[in-house]
């Protein structure tokens, strides 16, 4: 029996590799490990633990809507979409990225921001439409995962030009649920909810569908506030404090008309990309293309043999 079988029989757990390596090299990070290196950094574990809260609050978040709590449902679909955007900043300033929490942050976005939504509003009011309000929450799912799937290839593009990171291609994941969550909001607001009202929502949820799968520019906010201005820095306290108030005391129609602005705001996204493409002199290109590998021939669509 060699050390590989002795070490699997002694230990049912496989060991933690956040870089995914291949089993030689895991093989050896194990001898280097008994030679006096411990275990995994803290600092690397610390933003995976954050996801996974985030996708605990996303499966609350269903289990609240099929219970009729909708109001914890969007609670939690909002403390998802916070603890998103924590986990990343986490791990950059920790130091902790790797790549088994690139691909759990991908999979978690996917239920958070994919299949939590879709089956809240299939509860709330989409079940009131035979089949097809099923087939619409299918369709948001199926275009959340096609999203992300488009966004983890384009980060391979180590050539895009610095500007591009003001923009998103499509919405964002997080986002487009919080788009295809306006109806609950509004509910929450007062507007009564009418099962004559179920083929407007089924038509909206479509819409954000094609929102988040389209190539229309959306702003990134990535690159807001990298430096902000002396003259600003109270002003922007008092904005932000401003902000925060009103949502906790009308978190509701905050959201509601955060939501309506951003909708809003993508004809204006649109135009500042093409105006920024232009004055950088690219080639018209295809914002949202997709490369889909290298065994694909563009001439003919047609695997290469």
């Keep these: 029996m060699d050390d590989k079988e002795e070490s699997s029989l002694s230990n049912p757990f496989q060991s933690f590799d956040p870089e995914g390596k291949g089993e030689d090299e895991h093989h050896q990070s194990e001898q280097t490990k008994q030679r006096g290196i411990k275990g995994v950094p803290l600092r690397v574990i610390a933003p995976n633990l954050v996801t996974l809260m985030a996708l605990c609050a996303g499966l609350s978040g269903v289990r609240m809507a099929i219970e009729g709590r909708f109001e914890l449902a969007l609670y939690a679909i909002l403390a998802a979409a916070l603890l998103d955007g924590l986990d990343g900043r986490i791990a950059r300033l920790l130091k902790g990225s790797s790549r088994f929490g690139a691909e759990l942050d991908s ?129 922007l306290f008092v904005g932000v404090i401003a902000c925060v108030a009103l949502f906790f005391s009308y978190p509701w129609v905050t959201l509601s008309l955060i939501t309506l602005g951003y909708l809003t705001s993508i004809p204006f996204a649109r135009r500042a990309w093409h105006k920024a493409n232009r004055a950088m002199k690219d080639p018209q290109e295809d914002f949202g293309s997709v490369d889909f590998g290298e065994d694909f021939d563009d001439n003919d669509n047609q695997p290469r043999s």
């Design 107 to 235: 999979l978690t976005d996917f239920v958070n921001f994919g299949v939590a939504p879709a089956l809240i509003l299939h509860v709330w009011l989409l079940h009131e439409i035979p089949s097809f309000g099923w087939i619409a929450s299918l369709l948001f799912a199926m275009s959340m995962v096609l999203r992300l799937a488009r966004f983890n290839v384009a980060l391979d593009d180590k050539n895009k030009p610095a500007w591009k990171k003001d923009f998103f291609v499509g919405v964002p994941a997080p986002a487009g649920a919080m788009l295809v969550l306006l109806p609950l909001y509004l509910e929450q607001v007062g507007v009564p909810k009418y099962i004559e009202m179920a083929p407007a929502v089924l038509a909206y949820t479509l819409f954000v569908a094609m929102l988040v799968v389209s190539s229309l520019p959306t702003y990134s906010g990535k690159t807001i506030g990298v430096r902000v201005p002396r003259d600003r820095v109270l002003p």
